[in-house]
């Protein structure tokens, strides 16, 4: 009995590896096509969202279709079906070659550039080995046409790697970094040659002056286009409606920035970040917050994906049109010469003559929308104004040549149909976390398991505590961010901006401590120790105005903020709070400090946290209101107890005014929030663009240009 039960099992397995053998060609060919069409939505989804089944998708797909589409290659070196496989290999290199939207999966991919160059080179080898073998001349022409597209597409994923590299990144920062050092010498204040485009060009004019021994500084090439052109043009304002001053301020932002991801200072000089700090200080709030992000999304477009590279000079568009016609000749070709007739019986094939129509048609069809999304981009928007203006300065120049006249008009006429940029380029939430909270779900879990039903309702009445703030959505907290940090710029002068800077680059207990001198106690343990601590001292504040308000109105259960005179700063505090806490926990790298001693020390007050509620099961918020005694009052003996010490600093904000209160709040998680944002390593801050981006970077950014970091 047992012997034929092992028969059995073996004849299923067999049976299976035989279908497999017939068909692992053919399911790896369309394993690879889904896995592309995955990357080229997840590509562009994965800046919106920090959604981890997203996250693991697009993962799967990056990995998944270099490992699948290799082991394809190798099967077909070893099988004899060599017409199919003439077209077959060559589709195999256009889905190597990646979306546009995705070309490294980390910052990290790039730096491998040189391993992923070799990889190509022996899977091309493959190709042309595989092409070959096959002696009719109509396939033959077909898959030339193929290797064409999907060598051009592979290269076009090398070219993005290498470009995003930080060799490369710091090389392509060269021109403008010398730009922003001499420019200084000869402008007046109330100019910005803040150069858009044209900066090798300058660059190259520049280096045979220095070589020359000129001292004159000139912007001699047509290439080079300053912002100052850009927001000085009438045409381009009216047509756009200002977006293309900002795409362009952005974009020239974002090349002068490129020094800072290599953790490097980003100007020579103090004069140079006087230029830029006085541009984006006279800006709006608002408009700002825009150019910031679409700043934001120029980098992460240059790191990773394939506008790293050459995909929007001249040479990567005359390639990227050169594949998308190979394409259409090739789809063409192969409907006339009837590929539906071919089989290969004798392989690891099915179907051949109907899976290369599929896989040419999906082929085809994200070319054309990925063209599309080249087309729409901002990168196009960008050079369509910039050509404009080199246009119509030619046409000026050159009064004879009425070709530059028309085309400025058709520039004009086509920038309307590319469209405005996205409202949104990342997520549009705010973290929030609250470490009492999530104490209270854990000890909700507990009660649920042992069937404890009036502890339990103790337990939802305190989150209900917790839970009664609105959301504050990321643009009104970086509003009310930059509208704090615009305070302090407002009479900042060249002279005492160092001063400046250096107080605020201080260790965190020393700027808290100007702030509030009485509470100085409660940030001289570190970073960490000290927004935990202020973190719980403003729940404290927030559970006791919700107790005031909420006896006040007979047990309404809500808060009506229309009776605080800043309630705005009451919203943000706890909004702010909140966010900051959710960094310490679930974003510990973008702080400076180390991330391990970030989750001990949340582990740790959790577990102290969860022991004083339990030990008052009664009514929980009374605990941390009044009745838990913590177990010392003396400052240095609370330097080691985050929670205590955060309950002894929440008992002593609630003695004064409310409105001083909540002021004061507002004034230290701004403070917070800019020491965490000038953190020296850059790394985490661009990983974080894939996983939707964060609020501390968009700061990271900002404080970057205007000098507030220790490399400047």
Known sequence: ???????????????????????????????????????????????????????????????????????????????????????????LLFHLGAGDAISAWSAADNEMWQRQGLKMSLEVLAAVYILFKTLCFRYLV???????????????????????????????????????????????????????????????????????????????????????????????????????????????????????????????????????????TDLPPRKLIRVLDLELSFIFDGIFTKAAGSAYTQAGVFLRLLSAALLVVATVYVVIIDVLQLSCSDSSVRLAGVMTHVFLAVALVLEIVQICGMIRSNWTKVWLGCTYIKEKRRYRTMPWAPIHNLNSKAILCIIPFVGAPKNVHWKDEVGQVSILNSCLEDISHVYLANCKLKRLWEVKRMRRLLSHLSDVSCYDLELFLLEKLGALLKDMEPANFSDIKHRMTRIVGTILAQRAPEFSWASNSGLEHA??????????????????????????????????????????????????????????????????????????????LKLILVRHPKKMHNALLRDYKPSSKDPEALRNSPSDSGIVLGRQLLVKPVLERWHLLADIWCDILTLIAMSEDSMPHTQQLTKGGELVTHMWVLLGHIGFNKLS
């Open 1 to 91: 009995m047992v012997s034929c039960q092992s028969s059995s099992s073996l004849t299923i397995v067999d049976s299976a590896l035989t279908l497999w053998k017939e068909w692992q060609i053919t399911i790896l060919m369309l394993l690879t096509m889904w896995l592309q069409v995955l990357l080229v939505v997840g590509g562009v989804l994965r800046r919106h969202t920090a959604n981890g089944a997203v996250r693991l998708l697009v993962w799967f797909s990056y990995v998944g279709v270099d490992t699948v589409a290799t082991y394809a290659l190798g099967l077909m070196v070893g099988e004899s079906c060599d017409i199919i496989f003439s077209l077959w290999a060559p589709i």
């Open 142 to 280: 077909v898959g030339v046409l193929l290797f064409v597209v999907g060598a051009i597409k592979y290269a076009e994923r090398i070219s993005a790697l290498r470009s995003g590299s930080r060799s490369q990144i710091l090389k392509s920062a060269r021109p403008l970094y010398d730009f922003m050092a001499v420019e200084h010498k000869v402008s007046d204040e109330h100019t910005h040659p803040l150069l858009v485009v044209g900066e090798n060009e300058w660059y190259a004019d520049h280096v045979k002056a220095m070589q020359s021994n000129s001292q004159e500084f000139v912007i001699s090439t047509d290439e080079a286009v300053t912002y100052q052109e850009i927001r000085e043009c009438k045409e381009l304002k009216k047509v756009t409606g200002g977006y293309m001053s900002e795409l362009c301020l952005a974009y020239a932002l974002c090349k002068v920035f490129k020094r800072r991801l290599t953790n490097l200072r980003i100007h020579q000089k103090e004069e140079d970040y006087e230029k830029v700090r006085k541009l984006l």
């Open 531 to 608: 927004i935990i601590c202020w973190h719980i001292a403003t729940t404290i504040c927030e559970m006791s105005f919700w107790e005031v308000d909420n006896n006040r109105k007979g047990g309404s259960g809500s808060i009506n903020y229309s009776n605080v005179e800043e309630s705005r700063d009451i919203q943000m505090s706890i909004a702010l709070s909140k966010y900051v806490m959710h960094l310490l926990r679930n974003c510990p790298k973008l702080l400076p400090g180390d991330p391990d001693t970030a989750k001990l020390l949340c582990r740790h007050t959790e577990q102290s």
